[in-house]
């Protein structure tokens, strides 16, 4: 493989950047194939410059080096129909394709007709130039991105209690911090290298941190934990009430902060007052003592530090859960302080600068709306075009994607750095809708991805070491990440394919750009005076002094970045204050019940990325996981009649798929669990989704991925099949009796 002109050569030493993978966002040194006989193998090792992770890296991170070579696209595939197999075309080819297509729908349907779909993967500039073409050329919201499925609950939660998204903390609390509630986490896992970093320091002061895990499951992250409630799926939010509750009565209430700095104190009150200890125990299926624990823990802490992830975003109360750990964060003074705050983690590497470049439906870059007539009228001019260009109206959801899909109102579908037909929910129904799209278009990296199966044109995509921009984790700290190596064969980078398809449909003035420098730059420009104001900073800036936090206004200084959000006590709103939220919990949207009793949840292992595109090539990281495992509690175990090591059969009202039974105390009675990982690509191959249901929080319009009512049965003629465990289970011990009650 020939060398870009970037990359070092073996004296220059590492290549510095951001690891691709999870939102803790670590520094990684890149170092290039040894010059006899390394293969094509870049090593990976932690950057102990990088102030997010001072050197550490996971084993996902350690391996990247391994995936990035592998089973790669390398040049534009085309079929007519999806029955046909794809042949290789020129690019020149592909853009008259996309541009024929682009222009017949216009025709036909309107700017509405068309819809992206993008990714937390992307880099900032592949973001922004999406935006640029989809919004403003060619005037259609319909640009969302696989954040719908992770953080727009916590973006839609920051907006409405703080008056905008931006998440408050930083990682340095995770050490200054005497309480860490993890809510719907799976750190251990999922953000390992903070979840080490905790344990660190747990190790050393034992006493002095307290770690409570709020999760149905036992799991790495809660065999760490001081405190687990186990409670059961889809009832976080009355959790958070109780805890409210027992605050009020302790006297846990910073009443000078509630009055300066927030709104909505009494209608609070009068909700949590509700919520007694008695009613959540039952509500949550937990011990009554086990809140009072938390609430005692809360109230005496000098900084209380919450984190959460999807176990409480994927859920149809996500945005209202949300509300629900920040109330708790104002009402006791918890925030704006070393070691204090809601904080949410990141899920994918780059889903914060995402939010920042308005890669949501109904954003804008630099944090503004599509409905506001003034944001419009500020991207209008800044991109050179006409007023009214941007259309008034939010876009369409990725759901509402695959719905206008049924009707038939979309001419073409872009698909880019995502693999919708692993990863969206009730993956039949999104396959049939797909089938009727006269244009599907897919951005992919790597070859014979599930969702390249449904496609027509298949573009190939330069990926993270092959194309220089930038990323921002999770603590708002933003990372140049260089092009250290060749792209294969003609793949190119996302922004330069978008560039080049507004260039050909007559937005040459608004697409030429030199490099990704330019683009970074451009859009810098936009965020000035937001509240993720990046306007400082620059590609240069980034590569001479390393990762910077934002807000980085014009003018600050290397490292003069703020570590934290809303240390004033005054808040983006009209009144300047916080809002506290009081909402009901509502429960699950599909609860369990007679024909469906148990709770679907699917989460992530380790070693594994997603759709596995990338790390199901490194035997490494097979090794612990070789295949997908239902976990099944004993007693739901002995009621559906399945064997350890036996196989099951899952079924919800949407699907079956079958998988390998692993039984475990670990998981709570009524819930069962299966990794998102295995699609059908997968020799392995377990999909998940094709169990999982659409409905999602009415305010985030995030689907409740983490949860959907399934029956268990044993695979008759698999040889692990015990005879006696065929019996029917007994109405007495109806399982649908471990289930919330409506108690409002
Ligand atoms: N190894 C690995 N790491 C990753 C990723 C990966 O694919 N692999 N993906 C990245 C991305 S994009 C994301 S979004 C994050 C996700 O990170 P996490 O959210 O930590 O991961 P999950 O395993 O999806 O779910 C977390 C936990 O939620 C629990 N849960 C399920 N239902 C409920 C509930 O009702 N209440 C509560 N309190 N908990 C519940 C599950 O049991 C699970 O342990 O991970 C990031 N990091
Ligand atoms: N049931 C259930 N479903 C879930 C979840 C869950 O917890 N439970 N989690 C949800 C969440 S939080 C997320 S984030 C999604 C993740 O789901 P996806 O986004 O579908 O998963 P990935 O495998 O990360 O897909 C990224 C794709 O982009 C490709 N790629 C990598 N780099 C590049 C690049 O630079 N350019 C281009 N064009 N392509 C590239 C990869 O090869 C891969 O095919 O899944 C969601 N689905
Ligand atoms: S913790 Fe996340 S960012 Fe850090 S090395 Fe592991 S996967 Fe990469
Ligand atoms: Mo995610």
Redesign the pocket.
């Known amino acids: 493989m020939s060398q870009p002109a970037t990359s070092p050569s073996p004296s220059d030493g590492p290549a510095r950047a951001q690891c691709p993978?999870?939102?803790v966002g670590c520094g990684l040194e890149m170092k290039p194939p040894a010059a006899a006989g390394g293969g094509a193998t870049w090593t990976a090792r932690g950057d102990r410059h990088h102030p997010s992770s001072l050197g550490q890296v996971c084993v996902?991170g350690a391996t990247v080096g391994e995936t990035l070579h592998r089973n790669r696209l390398t040049t534009p595939l085309y079929r007519q129909r999806t029955d046909q197999s794809f042949a290789p075309i020129s690019w020149d080819r592909a853009f008259e394709l996309l541009e024929a297509q682009v222009r017949r729908t216009l025709a036909e349907k309107g700017p509405s007709g068309l819809a992206m779909y993008g990714s937390?993967q992307f880099l900032t500039e592949d973001y922004y130039v999406a935006n640029k073409l989809i919004k403003g050329a060619l005037g259609s919201n319909n640009f969302d991105a696989n954040s719908r499925l992770?953080m727009s609950s916590a973006v839609s939660g920051y907006v409405r209690s703080f008056g905008s998204d931006g998440p408050p903390c930083c990682y340095d609390d995770l050490d200054q911090a005497d309480t860490v509630l993890l809510?719907?986490?799976?750190?251990a896992?999922?953000?390992p290298v903070l979840f080490q970093r905790l344990l660190k320091r747990k190790r050393k002061q034992k006493q002095a941190l307290q770690i409570v895990v709020?999760?149905?499951?036992a799991?790495a992250t809660s065999d760490a934990a001081d405190l687990h409630l186990a409670?059961r799926?889809?009832?976080?939010l009355a959790l958070l009430h109780g805890l409210g509750h027992l605050l009020l009565e302790r006297g846990g209430v910073d009443r000078t902060y509630v009055q300066a700095s927030t709104e909505g104190f009494e209608a609070l009150q009068e909700l949590w007052a509700g919520w007694t200890p008695e009613r959540v125990s039952r509500f949550c299926g937990i011990e009554e003592q086990q809140l009072r624990q938390l609430a005692a823990r809360w109230a005496e802490s000098r900084a209380v530090l919450s984190l959460w992830?999807?176990?409480?975003n994927q859920?149809v109360e996500g945005t209202a859960t949300v509300a629900g750990i920040i109330n708790l964060h104002l009402v006791s003074g918890q925030i704006g302080r070393p070691g204090a705050g809601p904080f949410s983690?990141t899920?994918?590497p780059n889903a914060m600068g995402g939010r920042e470049a308005g890669g949501l439906a109904r954003l804008l870059p630099g944090y503004r709306y599509v409905t506001d007539a003034g944001h419009r009228a500020e991207l209008e001019q800044h991109w050179g075009l006409a007023p009214g260009a941007i259309a008034p109206e939010s876009g369409l959801t990725v759901w509402e994607q695959i719905e206008a899909m049924e009707r038939d109102a979309l001419g073409l579908w872009w698909v880019a750095a995502t693999n919708p037909l692993v990863s969206l929910p009730w993956l039949d129904r999104v396959r049939a809708a797909v089938a009727r799209c006269p244009m599907v278009v897919l951005n992919e990296a790597y070859a014979g991805t599930e969702t390249a199966a449904i496609a027509h044109l298949v573009l190939p995509a330069a990926q993270w070491s092959e194309k220089a921009g930038v990323m921002t984790n999770s603590e708002r700290r933003v990372t140049y990440c260089p092009a250290f190596r060749a792209p294969p064969g003609e793949a190119r980078p996302d922004w330069a394919i978008f560039a080049e398809l507004g260039r050909r449909l007559g937005f040459q003035d608004q697409f030429s750009y030199g490099s990704s420098a330019d683009v970074f730059a451009e859009f810098v420009a936009i965020t000035r005076d937001r509240v993720c104001d990046l306007s400082g900073l620059s590609h240069g800036l980034l590569q001479e002094h390393g990762p910077q936090q934002w807000p980085f206004s014009t003018g600050t200084c290397p490292g003069g970045g703020a570590p934290r959000l809303h240390t004033s006590g005054r808040f983006p709103t009209a009144s300047g204050r916080a809002r506290l939220i009081s909402e009901q919990p509502m429960g699950l949207g599909e609860p369990p019940d007679g024909d469906y009793p148990l709770v679907l949840?699917v989460?992530?292992?380790?070693?594994?990325?997603?759709t596995m595109t990338r790390t199901a090539h490194v035997e490494r990281l097979l090794r612990p996981h070789p295949e997908p495992l239902l976990e099944v509690n004993p007693a739901d175990a002995r009621r559906h009649g399945l064997v350890d090591g036996g196989r099951a059969e899952v079924r919800s009202r949407r699907g079956a798929v079958t998988a390998k039974v692993r039984i475990t105390d670990r998981i709570r009675q009524g819930t069962v669990?299966l990794p998102m990982h295995w699609g059908a690509a997968q020799e392995q191959a377990c999909e998940a989704n094709r169990l999982m249901h659409e409905l999602g929080c009415p305010i985030s319009q995030q689907p409740e991925l983490?949860?959907a009512a399934v029956t268990l049965k044993p695979i008759v003629g698999s040889s692990t099949v015990a005879a006696s465990s065929m019996a029917q289970p007994s109405a007495a011990s109806d399982p649908s009796a471990d289930r919330p009650q409506p108690s409002h």
């Open positions: 993978y999870c939102g996902k937390g992770c809510i719907g986490t799976n750190t896992e999922c953000h709020v999760d149905p499951r799991t409670i799926p889809g009832t976080d992830s999807m176990g409480v859920s983690l899920g994918q949840t989460g992530r292992y380790l070693e594994q990325w997603h669990f983490k949860a």
